[in-house]
């Protein structure tokens, strides 16, 4: 856990600028309630709906974004109101947020922007029945909402757009698949009965907290998509969460909700969460832990039985979402990994083919935006092979052959940044359509399943650094064979 935080990497101090300005929008917006008279209550909810805001809104363009988050309070406010009008009855309150859940996870199908909206959604319904609200607060926490996602979207649109500088790389489109091909689908329906069990097993725990155990279930889904994958998310939750617990005990009990340090406290998870989320989830979950702690202090509940009862309503929902993902629908994960490298690979081709193009005169070639596209790529072939790289796994062969390809498709990424950058020269320009027909040929086999060049071109003589990298790309393909071929079982299922 540490090392994740603290030797992972940070390209361009992005993780850095996201959190900064995430505590920035936060404290802006707890602070206009604040000035607006709102209460405890709303202050806190208007704090979480700006967090929310800031931290899942991930669309490829500012004006995605703008949209996004203009839409919402269309599905969030809505929400709200059925969670204050249930609040007295437990059977419809249960029934629509079983019905949250699964339409939250199944609107990932619809890229970022439904991603965003499902977790507002869920977290605007769940928010109601952590504080407890009935239908006399709603006009309050409507004011809050509102205020906060102004102030948020004043934060990002205004003060410190940095996206127009450096905007976000484009994700990769993965390929279509209808009904129970898709893995939203599937995850729906999992995460629907895994939630169902959380509250039922949850209640029985504890009736008024029982919402936590659902939060646990609905929070290891997301972001999530074979079964190892919510598995590994599900160990990570727990474990943050006991350490969580324990920075609690020792932090956020003796500040006993005094308004300065739990201020200050609360500022300092929030740039965890949003620093950790990219790197560690076990770090991202301590950070929620002791948030939801000092808000607990804030509102005169916080005591050890109620962070033992968190723990355990935690250990519920991560039940819940194991024996969901194993029995029902489950998603291999060999599957998610083949169609994850498969996206990489046709990532390395297209940097190599846009090198050419802009060498050829072409104005539209953009090589560093294709780069930025594959280390995106190359993200969600960690996720996907993470639960074979966890010192858990009990498959030692599969987990040598997941570092061998992680390893040569960092090599790929590597090299392919090392060549758009240095590709200035068009004399190399021949060179490089050449070699990059060959990266075309070699991503064709491997992608196709048939045997793949066991070798790369011979280095070039002269021609520069170019044509090293180029080579370089070729290098690490041949070397993806051998692993690559003791992979193709199954097919690659689709998002």
Do not use: N
Request: proline residues 7%.
């Amino acid at each position: 856990m540490l090392k994740k935080v603290f030797a992972a990497p940070d390209p361009g101090r992005a993780r850095l600028r996201f959190a900064t300005r995430g505590v920035l929008g936060v404290v802006l917006a707890v602070v206009a309630s604040g000035l607006a008279g709102h209460s405890t209550v709303g202050a806190i909810t208007g704090g979480l709906a700006a967090l929310l805001a800031l931290f899942t809104v991930t669309d490829t363009t500012i004006r995605s974004q703008a949209v996004t988050t203009a839409l919402l309070p269309v599905v969030g406010l809505p929400l709200l109101a059925a969670a204050a009008v249930f609040h007295a009855d437990p059977v419809a309150r249960d029934l629509t947020f079983l019905a949250v859940v699964g339409v939250g996870v199944y609107a990932r199908r619809w890229g970022p922007r439904g991603h965003s909206l499902g977790v507002f959604a869920f977290m605007t319904y769940f928010v109601a029945q952590f504080l407890d609200a009935g239908p006399g607060r709603l006009p309050e926490l409507y004011a809050a909402v509102l205020l906060s996602l102004g102030v948020a979207s004043l934060t990002r649109f205004g003060l410190w757009c940095y996206e127009r500088r450096d905007p976000p790389a484009a994700v990769p489109a993965p390929p279509a698949a209808r009904g129970l091909a898709r893995v939203t689908t599937r995850q729906a329906v999992q995460a629907t009965a895994g939630a169902g069990f959380a509250l039922v097993v949850g209640q029985l725990v504890s009736g008024e907290r029982w919402y936590w155990a659902v939060g646990a279930t609905w929070w290891i889904f997301v972001g999530t998509t074979s079964r190892g994958e919510t598995l590994v998310r599900g160990f990570r939750r727990v474990l943050g969460t006991v350490v969580g617990v324990g920075a609690a005990l020792v932090v956020a009990v003796p500040v006993a909700g005094a308004p300065v340090p739990t201020a200050a406290l609360v500022a300092l998870c929030v740039f965890g969460i949003f620093y950790t989320a990219a790197v560690s989830y076990s770090w991202m979950t301590l950070c929620v832990t002791l948030l939801a702690s000092l808000l607990y202090g804030l509102l005169g509940a916080l005591t050890p039985g109620l962070l033992a009862l968190r723990l355990a309503e935690t250990g519920v929902g991560a039940l819940g979402a194991a024996i969901a993902v194993t029995l029902l629908l489950p998603v291999t994960t060999h599957g998610v990994t083949q169609a994850s490298v498969r996206r990489a690979l046709r990532c390395v081709h297209v940097c190599t083919t846009e090198v050419a193009a802009r060498l050829a005169g072409d104005p539209k070639a953009d090589p560093a935006a294709r780069v930025a596209e594959l280390e995106r790529a190359l993200g969600r072939v960690r996720l996907a092979v993470a639960p074979l790289l966890h010192p858990l796994s009990p498959m030692p062969g599969r987990k040598r052959r997941a570092r061998v390809v992680v390893a040569l498709l960092d090599d790929c990424a590597r090299e392919v940044g090392a060549l758009a950058a240095a590709a200035v020269d068009p004399r190399a320009l021949p060179d490089l359509r050449d070699a990059s027909r060959r990266v075309e040929a070699a991503v064709e086999a491997l992608a196709g399943g048939d045997a793949a060049p066991s070798h790369a071109a011979p280095p070039p003589a002269a021609g520069g650094a170019a044509l090293a990298h180029a080579h370089g790309v070729e290098s690490a393909l041949a070397g993806l064979a051998a692993p690559l071929r003791t992979r193709r079982r199954l097919p690659p299922v689709a998002v």
